[in-house]
């Protein structure tokens, strides 16, 4: 540990020698995190107290290959920190490659730990590589088995830019080494030698005198170091500034990204430098137009409802601006105020009457859609084309038959609501059971008999009546027959021979009896009677007694003739 610290001291005190600018030999590799390498010429075996020795003499350090036990030795860390590979970071440097593909890297070693393989230092011996670039003589050839090469030694980097002696706007290169003067270049827009002590940076030319910038643009020169100008356009307008651009436009407020008037709205760009737009809302809508405004909204006509008080008014949407009428059920029309309007649907209309034929339609008020179905005057049911429709009413079924038990019912025909009552044969009346009724028709009200004949009707059914001929009469006792003729009691002559006989008037039934002259007595010839006796004449002969009995018996034949005659007339 003592002898690392004696290394910083004399490393600390190298570099402050280089910063005084002593001379030192060895040749400039490269600069690498802050360090500068040089290969230094060796003498003997390549040891890493060799190689150590070799650099203090020379004025460096010996640099450490890597991390790690093996790597770190009597050597200081200067960055290096790939043990595995030692010395590669500095061949990138120079070849872009590994240590063992880079030529200026043949034949350096690099100080290892004292326990790294009996103190050598690990080297590059392109000549035993063959082509390889893993070969142990190839990246870590042991210096231990060779002599006389060189020794990589490094030293703080001078840089000459600390402190910088450059112009605010200057932009400081240390140069490499040897060189200890650093190079100041003004930035892009500035001009001078970029140095304090010097002219220093001063601004280039107003790049606005020879605008670059659109007619609607303002041109503000940019401070360096910029070499432009800003081009903004003035209000109103849009682009980027520039005359070689695309210069300014128009601000369109109604493009789509920044329009401000709602979906429903059209848009019309007010001309720059106006920066705001015009909104009109579309046909059907009303409103400001603007999205941050009343917007546009549908214009509902049924506001100023043009339907009929009967009628729904539904709002068309936007564009129309007309409404729907629709009239409520049970009205018909186009529902519009100015139109049919909506009348009350008749559903008794002859295309939809749903009463029968003989019954009376009557329309239910709206919003009813049927209509009422009522029978006419001597018909019965519900009225309905569908239903039990209407029949005649019969008046002579047995709970209302209005005729007498007598008497046959005969419905009148729709409309009458009566019926007709008949009395049977034999009977006679008005038939009704609240009227006359039927009384036996008695046919001796017409007296079809004879004067002297008795008339006694014959019950119903008949319709005519006995005669007969009173006691004493005979004869069929009509009117229009043989009528009733006296009965001639002398036709069954009860006299006797020698009398006359004389019927007696109806209504008697015998005959008188009256002897002939001559003779006396009843003159009845029955067992009860005497008969007629002959009587004597005073003063007559015998001739004339004999002519009045031959007298009286030919009137009696006469009479007896007579009589029958008269019988069968």
């Not at 042991?142 to 490094?154: E, P």
């Not at 002859?350 to 209509?371: E, G, I, V």
Request: charged share 10%.
């Amino acid at each position: 540990m003592g002898s690392r610290m004696t290394m910083i001291w004399v490393f600390l005190s190298l570099s402050l020698m280089a910063d005084t600018g002593a001379e030192q030999a060895g040749l400039f590799l490269t600069t690498y995190s802050g360090y500068d390498y040089f290969k230094v010429q060796a003498s003997g075996p390549m040891t890493s107290a060799n190689v150590n020795a070799t650099c203090e003499a020379a004025g460096y350090a010996a640099p450490c290959a890597g991390l790690g036990s093996l790597c770190e030795g009597d050597c200081v860390q200067t960055g290096l920190d790939n043990c595995g590979w030692p010395m590669d970071e500095i061949a990138k440097q120079l070849c872009s490659g590994r240590a063992s593909q880079c030529p200026q890297m043949d034949r350096i070693y690099v100080v290892m730990a004292t326990t790294f393989r009996s103190g050598s230092a690990c080297g590059v011996e392109r000549a035993g590589c063959s082509g390889s670039v893993t070969g142990p003589n190839c990246y870590c050839a042991t210096g231990n088995n060779y002599n006389n090469g060189y020794a990589l030694c490094a030293q703080v980097g001078v840089n000459s830019c600390l402190p910088n002696p450059c112009h605010i706007q200057a932009t400081c290169t240390d140069p490499p080494y040897p060189s200890t003067n650093a190079t100041c270049t003004c930035n892009a827009g500035y001009t001078g030698d970029g140095r304090v002590n010097g002219t220093g940076c001063s601004d280039i030319v107003n790049a606005c005198l020879s605008n670059p910038c659109h007619a609607q643009a303002t041109c503000t020169d940019n401070p360096p170091p910029a070499l432009d100008a800003n081009c903004t356009c003035n209000a109103g307008y849009t682009g980027d500034g520039r005359a070689n651009g695309t210069g300014c436009s128009d601000i369109n407020t109604c493009s789509k990204s920044s329009n401000p008037c709602h979906a429903q709205a059209t848009c019309t760009d007010n001309p720059a430098p106006a920066l705001d737009a015009n909104c009109t809302c579309n046909v059907g809508y009303t409103g400001d137009g603007r999205t941050n405004g009343t917007g546009c909204l549908d214009i509902n006509a049924c506001s100023s409802n043009p339907c009929h008080a009967q009628a729904t008014c539904t709002d068309n949407p936007a564009p129309a601006l007309d409404a729907n009428c629709t009239c409520n059920v049970g009205y018909t029309g186009d529902g519009r105020a100015n139109g049919t309007g909506c009348s009350d649907i008749n559903t008794c209309s002859k295309s939809s009457n749903p009463c029968h034929a003989q019954a009376t339609c009557t329309d239910n008020p709206a919003p009813a859609l049927d209509a009422n179905c009522t029978c006419n005057v001597g018909y019965t049911g519900d009225g309905r084309a569908n239903g039990t429709g209407c029949s005649d009413i019969n008046t002579c079924l047995n709970s209302s038959n209005p005729c007498h038990a007598q008497a046959t019912c005969t419905d009148n025909p729709a409309p009458a609501l009566d019926a007709n009552c008949t009395c049977n044969v034999g009977y006679t009346g008005d038939g009704r059971a609240n009227g006359t009724g039927c009384l036996d028709e008695n046919a001796c009200l017409s007296n079809p008999c004879h004067t002297n004949a008795n008339c006694t009707d014959n019950p119903p059914p008949a319709i005519d009546a006995n005669c007969t001929c009173n006691a004493g009469y005979t004869g069929d006792g009509r009117a229009n027959g043989t009528g009733c003729s006296d009965v001639n009691a002398c036709s069954s002559n009860p006299c006797h021979a020698n009398a006359t006989c004389t019927d007696n008037p109806a209504p008697a039934l015998d005959a008188s009896c009256t002897c002939n002259a001559g003779f006396a007595g009843d003159g009845v010839v029955n067992a009860n009677g005497t008969g007629c006796l002959l009587q004597p004449v005073s003063g007559a002969g015998s001739s004339d007694i004999a002519f009045f009995l031959t007298l009286a018996c030919t009137l009696m034949a006469i009479l007896s003739t007579v009589s029958e005659q008269a019988m069968f007339e």
